[in-house]
């Protein structure tokens, strides 16, 4: 068993609530259903500083490469114009 530890929260009224009735319909304990959320909440945080931080490091290199916003724009106009009603596949 992972080691754990007590963490108390400040929570508005309604989202205890819901928390408590989430608790109830799954059989869950609110302790439980909590801890998962707030590892589900970090795994996406930390995902996203991860790419963020790499996307960072990737344009301070010498040789990294950028494109003007106009060109950009251009780019994807152009895109949208020839794919304009077609079906997805």
Known sequence: MPKTTTLTVR???EV???LEKLA???DR???YLASRAIEEY???QEWQVRGIEE???AADR???VFTEHEQLHGRFAEDARTTAGKKPR
């Open 55 to 57: 996307a960072v490091q």
């Open 62 to 64: 010498p040789d990294a």
């Open 42 to 44: 970090l795994d996406a």
């Open 29 to 31: 304990t609110k302790a």
């Open 24 to 26: 109830t319909a799954t």
């Open 11 to 13: 929570l508005p009224a």
């Open 16 to 18: 205890k609530s819901r």
